[in-house]
């Protein structure tokens, strides 16, 4: 049957009863409150637009999860609920792994394909762009530059994306402690390489032996450690001016709420980098938001596109973070959709605190694949379905849902034909994204990096400081010494810059200086050249 003759059909099939089951099914989701429109229910092989699958706007603060193979249609049903959330004056954060979500600022295309589709759903469909801002990570890529401190990060936080452990932890603490009493700002790495680097000097020794030294091998450990985040490319995203996380929460002139589209194309290849982002941005927004408990609508929700590249070789520190701030936000009014191609991209202790999901055709090629999808079968809710046949059989913009009613209980499951989106289901051009960009409010806040007076300008300057008072000292002593002597023919006599390198005070200082600061100018100036990117 054409697509057309299936219009057709569900259009002449919309004014009969539906069978009982799917009648159970539709009642499900018939439901009093705001919602979001997702699509109509596929029954035995037919659109039925009379039974519209819709998921409460007051639920989507419980999380959920869009997955699917590739091509069947995740990123549309992404950009699906983000439009309807926008006008619904909810802000929207989504994380663009392959630079395909941009197009949501742009108003779409319609065509013989859209108004089919919108048909057969009983959408009434009009092209409609939505407001944006868009982000880059440290200024890599398109986008208005997000950056954050090594202090706001904080010790906790910053051992769980090194993986060190308990120990090394407590001594990473013990750095900041040192930082914060002394006045020194951790604002990029190179701050907190400095003071590790003072700290385990002959200079530095002291002045942590009344609460616990720092062992050089353990300072050893977390320099590697930054040196390996580092080569993530996370250089560039620490540093100021740091990106006030409350931007998102922002809504445009005309009620609807902003998207906040963090442009990832260029990082893609550093899940590291990005999943620390994403980690931060999540405990900022948990720190600074007040408890809400149940909401009429969230006040953010976030979906993270290529969800498995934030897990993938995730440490089980970073894990356990990420499964608490999941947890914990909802109560903030933070919703949290993982957009990947399969159930087990996402780790269990996650899965099982999402409330919507919207499962795309698995495909079932090869062994593995069968066990996946019976492993995605089992993740469902009993139905009337044979779940296994209609997961392979559904079609591009199809999926099977089942989300929270506006009761809290999950609705039955239904294969459904999704809407289309509104907007631009593609990226702008680059011009566009780069005018975009530009002519934002924050751009001109957030541009341009600064790399003020922090902790390693103010530790080298005290090295500096040091080292002049020890030439002082070397030439007073001397000219002591000269005049106490008396004449007498000399051998030739050294000059001053032999006598000072000579004095065993200079040697110390030699040894901790030289190699602080010259290992931390070349960090330095790479990390400068990575932010230039």
């Known amino acids: 049957m054409s697509g057309t003759d299936e219009a057709a059909s569900a259009a002449a099939d919309a004014g009969s009863a539906l069978p009982q089951a799917a009648q159970e099914i539709a009642a499900g989701y018939a439901l009093t409150r705001a919602a979001l429109d997702l699509g109509a229910l596929l029954w035995d092989g037919r659109c039925r637009p009379e039974a519209q699958i819709r998921i409460p706007l007051s639920m989507l603060n419980r999380h959920g999860l869009v997955a699917g193979a590739t091509g069947t249609g995740k990123t549309k049903t992404l950009q699906l609920i983000a439009e309807q ?39 009434a469909w009009e092209a409609r762009g939505f407001p944006c801002e868009f982000y880059g990570l440290g200024g890599v890529g398109p986008g208005i530059p997000l950056r954050a401190t090594v202090t706001s990060f904080g010790p906790v936080l910053l051992s769980k994306v090194l993986q060190l452990n308990r120990t090394q932890e407590q001594s990473l603490g013990l750095i900041f402690h040192y930082a914060d009493s ?10 907190l390489r400095a003071v590790v680097a003072f700290l385990v000097s002959d200079t530095g020794k002291p002045e942590l032996k009344n609460i616990g030294g720092l062992s050089t091998v353990t300072a050893g450990v977390i320099l590697r450690a930054l040196t ?32 906040s589209v963090l442009e990832l194309a260029a990082v893609q ?48 520190a970073f894990l356990e973070s990420i499964t608490q701030t999941v947890r914990l936000i909802r109560s903030k009014g933070v919703g ?73 209980a999950p609705t039955p499951v239904a294969a459904t034909r999704l809407r289309a989106p509104q907007s631009l289901m593609g990226p702008i051009d680059a011009a566009a994204l780069d ?31 040091a080292e002049a008072a020890a ?28 006598q000072v390198m000579g004095s065993g005070i200079f040697r110390s200082l030699a040894r901790s200086v030289g190699t602080q600061l010259g290992r931390e100018i070349s960090r330095s100036l790479f990390g400068t050249a990575r932010r230039r990117r």
């Not at 002394?182 to 701050?191: N, S, T």
């Not at 080569?231 to 620490?238: E, K, M």
């Not at 030439?471 to 007073?476: D, K, M, P, T």
């Open 471 to 498: 030439v002082r000292a070397a030439e007073e002593a001397k000219a002591s010494e000269e005049a106490r002597a008396p004449r007498a023919p000399q051998k030739q006599e050294e000059s001053l810059a032999q």
């Open 269 to 316: 290849d550093k899940p590291q980098l990005f999943s620390t982002f994403l980690m931060w941005l999540l405990a900022d927004l948990f720190h600074d938001l007040p408890e809400v408990g149940d909401v009429a609508k969230p006040k953010l929700v976030f979906f993270f596109d290529e969800a498995h590249l934030l897990f993938n070789g995730a440490s089980k």
């Open 182 to 191: 002394k006045g020194l700002e951790l604002v990029d790495l190179k701050d």
């Open 85 to 123: 959330l926008s006008a619904n004056g909810v802000p929207v954060f989504l994380a663009d792994i392959k630079g395909d979500v941009s197009g949501i600022s742009a108003p779409g295309e319609s065509g013989a394909t859209v108004q089919e589709r919108a048909g057969q759903v009983g959408q």
């Open 336 to 408: 949290v959709f993982f957009v990947t191609q399969t159930p087990k991209d996402v780790p269990g202790d996650v899965l099982a605190q999402l409330g919507s999901r919207v499962q795309h055709a698995v495909r079932a090629f090869t062994p593995d694949d069968a066990k996946a999808l019976k492993a995605t079968v089992r993740t469902f809710p009993d139905s009337p379905y044979d779940l296994e046949e209609v997961l392979t059989g559904l079609g591009t913009g199809e999926a099977v849902i089942t989300v929270l009613s506006d009761k809290g």
């Open 228 to 259: 390996a985040f580092e080569q993530q490319g996370a250089g560039g995203f620490f540093g100021e001016p740091e990106f006030d996380t409350s931007e998102l929460l922002r809504t445009a002139a005309d009620g609807r709420g902003l998207m």
């Open 435 to 465: 005018e975009a960009v530009k002519s934002s409010p924050l751009y001109s806040r957030y541009a341009e990096a600064v790399d003020r007076e922090s902790a390693y300008e103010k530790l080298t300057a005290e090295q500096q400081a």
